[in-house]
């Protein structure tokens, strides 16, 4: 029987009317299983709190955070609640980069039988894959009297890891028979010398990977 903690950010508005069932739903797959236990840690964080105390995401809960097996996040923000500068609380994005959280992997599959805005589509299964800690992530806030700015970075540190990550997922679901083993790199390339980088990052490892294939979108040419 193995032990696990899991960092449980509750979130704000929805994010706790969320949170209550999953949980839930947590503990009886914990109860019917023989291998494993889980441990929650509720760590305080959010708009409600910095409504309350003024600190969005605490020392200590980041700290708890990184001490973790995992960590289960809600919704963050309330349009109602906002730093002085105007905008809303984030801690999700702070919490990301202190973590290093740099692939945010997003299923997308749409089933048989479920209803989906998208018309004749039956079946469609892939994964999103994006950088979380860079772009214009990176320096969010810098603002003057007489300008607002946010710089876009792209290090090739981040991005070959965000790529290896990518390839090797492709390769796990074409295993699996869940996928064509194909890795779509989405960017502006066309226009900024930052994506042009970050392509040449990523043809580079595709060159890594003979037995997947790799292609290119540019992120506002649908169909290109």
């Given at each position: ?116 805005p ?37 290090t ?13 997922l ?17 960017d502006?390339a066309?226009?900024?010398r930052a ?30």
């Open positions: 029987m193995t032990d696990f903690t899991i960092a449980v950010f509750e979130g704000d508005g929805i994010g706790g009317e969320i949170m209550a069932p999953t949980l839930r739903i947590l503990d009886r797959l914990a109860h019917a299983s023989p291998t494993y236990r889980l441990t929650y840690n509720v760590l305080p964080a959010g708009a409600g709190h910095y409504a309350k105390t003024g600190e969005a995401l605490p020392v200590a809960s980041v700290e708890a955070a990184r001490a973790a097996d995992a960590i289960l996040l809600s919704a963050m923000g309330l349009p109602s609640i906002r730093y002085p500068d105007g905008t809303e609380i984030a801690p999700q994005i702070d919490l990301r980069k202190i973590l290093d959280l740099y692939a945010g992997v997003r299923p997308v599959r749409v089933a048989p039988g479920i209803p989906s998208l018309a004749g589509v039956e079946h469609l299964d892939f994964v999103l894959i994006r950088e979380s800690t860079e772009g214009l992530f990176h320096s969010k806030g810098h603002v003057t009297e007489d300008m607002a700015e946010e710089t876009l970075r792209i090739r540190k981040t991005s070959e890891k965000l790529f290896k990550f990518a390839f090797e492709a390769r796990q679901r074409k295993q699996a028979g869940q996928g064509p083993g194909l890795v779509t790199c989405v502006k066309n226009v900024f994506f042009a980088f970050f392509r040449e990052i990523f043809d580079g490892e595709a060159a890594k990977h003979p037995d997947l294939e790799a292609n290119h979108a540019y992120v506002s040419h649908p169909g290109r």
